[in-house]
């Protein structure tokens, strides 16, 4: 994969990460309850797990979730959102190396990060932390790209002044899922999604990326130009919207691959 820098590459974003990253829709956790039998007595590994977005969801089904981040901004930041779920473990480790015993979980998750892992090491991680008969999912938001004249011209925007956007943007990087299931079978859910901004959320959407230009870029300044004439020409009641596609995918994994 390319950026090798993943683990740090979004330390200085962490406070618009916050704010300003799509959660999941409810709905995520329905296909896991019924197809994987997940229930509010199962261990969770989530793996890169940020600022505890989809952790929350977890801990809000019951879950007790060992939140595995290699990056200490992040981490921090989930310990301090999430400090008030008695089921919340915040551990300091990478996909790769989770630190967690062997056979411990019954779930490994990763939202929004699996583009990012090591895929055969995180896959051997994987299968020594799951217990036998243990489930692996794997989920992603990607923005819908053409789907509304605003949401095209924000595409050109990345496209222009992006650092290594076509690198890294998530409909490159699911092609990854195969590799971490293969030979066995996994199952995919997709469901739609939507957040709205004013023009503030929208540049604190786009700076929270982290193949946006940074403070002192050269194309920073160019960049918020173009995202407030794009804002103005699309806005209504001085909003636009990002829509989704949250794609889940579930399975098994197994030796020998």
Same mark, same amino acid.
């Given at each position: 994969?390319?950026?090798?820098?993943?683990?740090?590459?979004?330390?200085?974003?962490?406070?618009?990460?916050?704010?300003?990253?799509?959660?999941?829709?409810?709905?995520?956790?329905?296909?896991?309850?019924?197809?994987?039998?997940l229930?509010?007595?199962?261990?969770?590994?989530?793996?890169?797990?940020?600022?505890?977005?989809?952790?929350?969801?977890?801990?809000?089904?019951g879950?007790?979730?060992?939140?595995?981040?290699?990056?200490?901004?992040?981490?921090?930041?989930g @310990? &301090?959102?999430?400090?008030?779920?008695?089921? $919340?473990?915040?551990? #300091?480790?990478?996909? *790769?190396? +989770?630190?967690?015993?062997?056979?411990?979980?019954?779930?490994?998750?990763?939202?929004?990060?699996?583009?990012?892992?090591?895929?055969?090491?995180?896959?051997?991680?994987?299968?020594?932390?799951?217990?036998?008969?243990?489930?692996?999912?794997?989920?992603?938001?990607?923005?819908?790209?053409?789907?509304?004249?605003?949401?095209?011209?924000?595409?050109?925007?990345?496209?222009?002044?992006?650092?290594?956007?076509?690198?890294?943007?998530? @409909? &490159?990087?699911?092609?990854?899922?195969?590799? $971490?299931?293969?030979? #066995?079978?996994?199952? *995919?859910? +997709?469901?739609?999604?939507?957040?709205?901004?004013?023009?503030?959320?929208?540049?604190?959407?786009?700076?929270?990326?982290?193949?946006?230009?940074?403070?002192?870029?050269?194309?920073?300044?160019?960049?918020?130009?173009?995202?407030?004439?794009?804002?103005?020409?699309?806005?209504v009641?001085?909003?636009?919207?990002?829509?989704?596609?949250t794609?889940?995918?579930?399975?098994?994994?197994?030796?020998?691959?």
């Amino acid at each position: 994969m390319p950026a090798s820098n993943a683990t740090t590459r979004f330390s200085d974003r962490v406070e618009n990460y916050v704010r300003y990253r799509p959660g999941y829709p409810p709905e995520v956790v329905r296909p896991l309850q019924a197809e994987c039998g997940l229930t509010g007595k199962a261990t969770i590994a989530d793996i890169a797990s940020g600022t505890g977005i989809w952790t929350r969801m977890l801990l809000e089904n019951g879950n007790r979730v060992f939140a595995v981040e290699p990056n200490a901004e992040m981490r921090e930041a989930g @310990e &301090r959102l999430l400090a008030g779920f008695p089921n $919340f473990t915040s551990v #300091a480790g990478s996909a *790769e190396a +989770t630190t967690l015993p062997d056979h411990c979980v019954d779930f490994v998750t990763a939202a929004q990060a699996a583009h990012w892992f090591k895929r055969s090491r995180a896959r051997q991680e994987f299968l020594r932390i799951l217990k036998p008969g243990g489930w692996l999912v794997l989920l992603w938001n990607e923005r819908r790209t053409d789907s509304t004249p605003f949401l095209r011209d924000y595409e050109q925007l990345l496209l222009t002044y992006g650092t290594d956007y076509e690198e890294v943007r998530h @409909e &490159r990087t699911t092609s990854a899922v195969n590799e $971490f299931f293969d030979p #066995a079978p996994f199952e *995919e859910r +997709t469901f739609p999604m939507r957040q709205e901004f004013d023009y503030a959320g929208l540049e604190g959407r786009l700076l929270s990326s982290s193949y946006a230009p940074g403070t002192g870029h050269s194309r920073q300044a160019p960049m918020l130009r173009e995202l407030r004439r794009i804002f103005e020409l699309h806005q209504v009641q001085n909003r636009v919207a990002f829509e989704y596609n949250t794609r889940v995918f579930f399975g098994r994994i197994m030796h020998g691959a």
